[in-house]
């Protein structure tokens, strides 16, 4: 594999400062729209991370002291930082995870200034203390956090956790994906440049092995957010598990939308497909799982159909609506359920393995569709994370929910219907942390998983919470207790 080197990020951002790692390691990053490299990356060790977790320790006595306004003041400095960098950032995604240049410029970019803006917001009017009778209700920092995220939205999923840590006083090292590292070292460029102060955050690159287990273990790491597989999920919380450090975990998902029987009955078919093959299907939140009347599985199948061939497929660079999969290791997963489908009997309505016609280069994937799936299929209860949706079908709403709840994860669910009333029933029925009803969505509500979805939340005011130890100060108004 040969190809000029474009970005060299051989530094990590330790205690305001750009340092070498203590054991030079070297990853090449490949772009998956051209299987070439695209940038090398320094890849840490535990001597890295202690040195960081070293950073924010003494850095967190100062911060975790300072005023609302003086944290308002550095999330907004962050604000115009970040609005000077959404090209460079928007560059590298591209390069990093083959997001078509609409949507890097456009959704993804902008889903880091909304939750930056939110967490502005939600600190303006944050309640951290609360006289409850003779008692004062405290909201304090928690300490130094390990924040590790992932590839498939990775500038943010790295807002969800830095902001609301920023804001409520904790100091913390991110480890971003390896797979995605290049947006995580422009985002510690912007902070730098917004002046957060030394050792409040530390950048320290790396895979699993060598940067995830050490953080995650270490011993002055008071929480660990973690965001990725449910495999990689359960490593983090047993290495984390002998230091009795809160973890919170957003993991996988097998998301149903259940497409009520009703006069916008297509157009919620079509926008199902839609929304599945957003980022090429690499979403844990995505609609995954297309659940239809089973009178109607015909005519769904034929809207689906359609409404795949209006995905197109290319150069992330064009115009086009869905680039390539992270890696050709992703490819080859991919490629091994579509033909699980089909072995298991699945009807393939759209798409199928192999590469799209004209793409011999590149993990570009079909968008797939199936049809007359049923729920105990593994297209149906895996998380394939690629555009490949599957339909299944119902006989009533009981048994909509039935089916939907029929899965061990529980992260997002979906409910697309004329009558809105009727979908608030059955979105209350849904086991999923977040239910959206004809393509709801809002910043400041809580996200986060039932069952190994994960647990903790994340996004708005319900993101400050893990951040923060509740103490109680007994005996704080006693004049108030008596009477």
Not at 104 to 112: C, E, I, K, P
Not at 424 to 448: E, H, L, Q, T
Request: a negative charge; glycine letters at 12%.
């Amino acid at each position: 594999m040969t190809a000029t080197v474009t970005r060299e990020y051989r530094k990590f951002y330790i205690g305001g400062q750009w340092v070498d790692p203590v054991e030079p390691r070297i990853l090449e990053v490949v772009n998956p729209a051209t299987e070439r490299v695209a940038g090398t990356v320094a890849l840490g060790s535990a001597a890295d991370v202690d040195r960081a977790v070293a950073a924010a320790r003494d850095a967190f006595p100062s911060w975790s002291t300072t005023t609302v306004k003086e944290r308002l003041e550095v999330l907004r400095n962050i604000l115009e930082a970040h609005q000077a960098r959404t090209g460079d950032l928007a560059a590298a995604l591209i390069e990093e995870m083959g997001a078509p240049s609409a949507l890097a410029n456009g959704f993804q970019v902008d889903l880091v200034a909304g939750h930056l803006t939110t967490a502005i917001d939600v600190l303006e009017n944050f309640a951290f203390e609360e006289q409850r009778g003779g008692s004062l209700v405290v909201k304090e920092p928690i300490g130094v956090c390990g924040l590790i995220t992932p590839w498939n939205w990775p500038m943010a999923l790295i807002a969800v956790k830095v902001f609301p840590a920023l804001a409520t006083g904790c100091t913390m090292v991110l480890k971003p994906s390896e797979n995605a590292p290049f947006t995580g070292q422009i985002i510690a460029e912007i902070l730098d440049a917004a002046g957060v102060p030394a050792g409040v955050f530390n950048l320290v690159q790396g895979d699993g092995p060598g940067v995830g287990v050490p953080l995650s273990a270490h011993p002055d790491v008071a929480m660990v957010s973690f965001t990725g597989s449910v495999r990689a999920g359960i490593e983090v919380a047993r290495n984390a598990a002998s230091t009795v450090k809160r973890v919170t975990q957003e993991l996988g998902g097998k998301g149903p939308n259940i497409v009520l029987d009703d006069a916008d009955f297509a157009d919620n078919i079509g926008k199902g497909v839609a929304s599945m093959m957003l980022n090429s299907g690499q979403t844990c939140s995505a609609p995954s799982r297309m659940l239809v009347p089973s009178a109607r599985m015909a005519e769904a199948a034929n809207i689906a159909r359609e409404a795949a061939a209006q995905v197109t497929v290319g150069d992330p660079s064009g115009e086009f609506s869905i680039g390539p999969v992270v890696s050709g290791g992703q490819f080859a997963k991919i490629q091994a359920l579509i033909q699980q489908g089909i072995d298991e009997g699945a009807t393939l309505v759209a798409g199928g393995t192999g590469r799209p016609d004209g793409l011999p280069t590149g993990y570009y994937v079909k968008p797939t569709v199936f049809a007359d799936v049923t729920n105990d299929m593994t297209i149906a209860r895996e998380e394939i994370f690629g555009p490949v949706l599957t339909i299944l079908g119902y006989d009533s709403i009981d048994h909509a929910i039935d089916i939907a709840n029929d899965t061990e994860y529980g992260l997002a669910g979906f409910v697309a219907g004329a009558d809105l009333e009727q979908a608030r029933a059955v979105a209350r029925r849904i086991r999923a942390g977040s239910v959206a009803i004809n393509d709801g969505f809002d910043f400041g509500s809580p996200f986060g998983g039932y069952k190994k979805s994960g647990n903790g939340r994340e996004w708005g005011e319900f993101g400050f919470h893990d951040y923060l130890e509740v103490k109680a100060v007994l005996g704080y108004a006693p004049d108030t207790a008596a009477s």
